[in-house]
């Protein structure tokens, strides 16, 4: 039988002494934690494990015995290591040993209590594996991924193997802080042994967390309850915050703060995790923001913008009337219904001369405006996008409203002529059935149904270019307001401390691990080096991804053009926290 002995690499060159560590049945493996040095007494040894496993949880034990020379073994230590095989009573009973002046190693497990069987041996081989006690303690074993050629139940029984390695090692904290414990003569040597690897800074900004997190839990509690005011409810109020990005990026960003500041301590390492993403991305939005706001407010550029704002809406407003006039000629040489296309070029040249009028009007306040909307920057530059996204919805305000009536007037001759198309094959549409019935009509119905067939089907080539022309300008503003959201979208939900973590400390996103072999001779026994595999790049941020409430797709393409082509009001962009239609 081969038994599988993990050792840390910190304890290869440490004096004599025990091995303190946990014994895995299930694996056949003993994790050894820390080297207990001579000289020492048993019975404080045995204290210092119990009080360890009351604290720890975790069943604690003397595997056996450590040797850095094969001579001290033979001439001083022999009898005295063989007897506290029977003082400490484990089996298997470890005995490693590293000989002096080479790097060649001994390993052995000895079975005290020997079964009558014959067969049974009382000695085994011991496969050495060397671990970094540091990394294994602060890493995170993630769920195995899918490997190929390898069968589902031997990937289950390895990953359970390296969870209880893994497992063991981290909740084995107590044993590495044992001077703790009423400070204990027994002398450790394990990954801290040249000292705890802390700062007074550290310790100050640990022992301040405590009020600063109470304090600002208090506050965000306060604006949560001040935002659940029924004053906010009522009509306008309610239809304006679900309108404006700028609220909705607010409400997200106070969830965030109101997670990450709670004095609820974390469950596990995922809600940890969590915490740390949306706190390092809420203070690399902020910082973003700053330097937005620094750029806005230096060389005067928010008078510079304001003063560009009015010539910019003007030449606009100069192409959507040359594009009416050209519209109300003879577009591209096609023959349109004279009437109808005097009628509508005229009314969307009267609304642009009211929307023109109107930013005129507001020419004196825009500065102040734009200086008062540019502090928001401060807040985050989620927040600066967000409302950028609603000031272009309100600019281009004249664009959606032609958009509107030139769907809805389409609209209103397609189903009308699909409706007169029905009553040509004697068909009907059953409202309450929601379904098409035969049906038979009288002579002056079809005369009637002809008639205004006739009407719309002529009149359908002007309207239709109407609103082709105002669908292609509001898909253009539409396009412009997702990237924004999309840019939101992605700042949002980017895991920002997990990616700074698989950059800089690898080891501590684990996806599994790898065995190097450091000697494989005949009569000596295996030693490996186990590695630590990180966690790729795409499952981190697949893992770790932060919910937003930004924009997504809400139709596919085929129901999108279909959608076009009846003419129904689209939006191809909405929030996560909306209902499908």
């Known amino acids: 039988m081969v038994l599988k002995a993990f050792f840390p690499t910190c304890c290869a060159s440490v004096d004599s002494g025990l091995l303190v560590g946990r014994w895995v049945p299930e694996q056949s493996a003993a994790v050894v934690l820390a080297v207990v040095h001579f000289p020492f007494i048993p019975i404080q040894v045995k204290e210092l494990l119990a009080q360890v496993q009351q604290a720890s ?7 056996g015995t450590w040797c850095h020379c094969q001579q001290e073994l033979e001439e001083s230590l022999g009898h005295f290591l063989e007897g506290l095989g029977t003082i400490f009573s484990h089996d298997p009973w470890l005995q490693l040993c590293r000989e002096k002046g080479t790097r060649c190693w001994s390993c052995k497990a000895i079975y005290h209590q020997v079964s009558s069987s014959p067969d049974t041996p009382s000695e085994d081989q011991v496969m050495l594996i060397f671990y970094d006690q540091r990394k294994v303690l602060l890493s995170w074993l993630h769920p195995p991924m899918t490997v190929p050629n390898c069968q589902a139940g031997d990937v289950t029984a390895s990953a359970r193997g390296l969870a209880a390695i893994f497992d063991t090692v981290s909740r084995s904290k107590m044993l590495f802080h044992s001077d703790r414990f009423d400070e204990s003569p027994v002398r450790l040597s394990h990954w801290q042994s040249e000292g705890v690897e802390a700062s007074i800074l550290v310790e100050l900004a640990k022992w301040a967390s405590g009020p600063v997190c109470l304090l600002v839990a208090s506050m965000l509690s306060i604006i949560s309850a001040a935002g659940t005011w029924r004053l906010w409810n009522l009509w306008p109020l309610s239809f304006i915050r679900s309108k404006l990005s700028a609220c909705e990026q607010l409400r997200h960003r106070l969830e965030q703060l109101s997670l990450v500041f709670s004095t609820q301590k974390a469950q596990s390492p995922t809600q940890l995790m969590r915490k740390a993403n949306m706190l390092v991305s809420v203070l690399v939005d902020v910082a973003l923001g700053l330097l937005l706001l620094s750029w806005l407010y230096s060389n005067d550029r928010i008078g510079q913008l304001a003063n560009a704002l009015i010539p910019g809406a003007d030449r606009v407003a100069e192409e959507l009337q040359h594009l009416l006039q050209w519209l109300m000629g003879a577009p591209a040489g096609l023959k349109m219904n004279r009437a109808l296309d005097q009628v509508l070029g005229r009314f969307f040249l009267y609304h642009i001369h009211l929307w023109i009028s109107y930013i005129h009007l507001m020419s004196p306040f825009i500065e102040h405006i734009l200086w008062h909307v540019g502090l928001s920057a401060c807040l985050g530059l989620t927040i600066a996008l967000s409302i950028l996204s609603d000031i272009i919805a309100l600019l281009t305000f004249h664009i959606y409203c032609f958009y509107v009536y030139g769907a809805r007037l389409y609209c209103l001759k397609i189903y009308g002529l699909s409706s007169l198309w029905r009553l040509f094959r004697g068909k009907k549409w059953n409202v309450l059935r929601q379904r098409v019935d035969s049906c038979s009509y009288d002579l002056d119905q079809l005369f009637i149904g002809t008639l205004l067939f006739t009407i719309l089907i002529f009149l359908l080539p002007t309207t239709a270019l109407y609103y082709l022309v105002f669908t292609l300008l509001r898909l253009l503003v539409v396009t412009v307001q997702g990237l924004i959201h999309l840019l939101m979208d992605f700042i ?4 920002l401390y ?35 595999n990180p966690l790729p790049y795409s499952l981190v941020l697949c ?28 939006y191809p962009w909405r929030q996560r926290g909306d209902k499908q239609d």
């Open 498 to 532: 997990s990616l700074g973590l698989r950059l800089c400390r690898p080891y501590r996103l684990a996806a599994g691990v790898k065995f190097q072999v450091l000697e494989q001779e005949a009569g000596r026994p295996l030693r490996l080096l186990m590695q630590i």
């Open 492 to 495: 949002n939900s980017l895991p």
């Open 543 to 570: 893992t770790y991804r932060l919910p937003s409430y930004g924009c997504h797709p809400k139709h596919s393409w085929s129901s999108l053009c279909c959608k076009l082509f009846l003419g129904e009001l689209i």
């Open 57 to 63: 949880q975790l069943g604690m034990a003397v595997l």
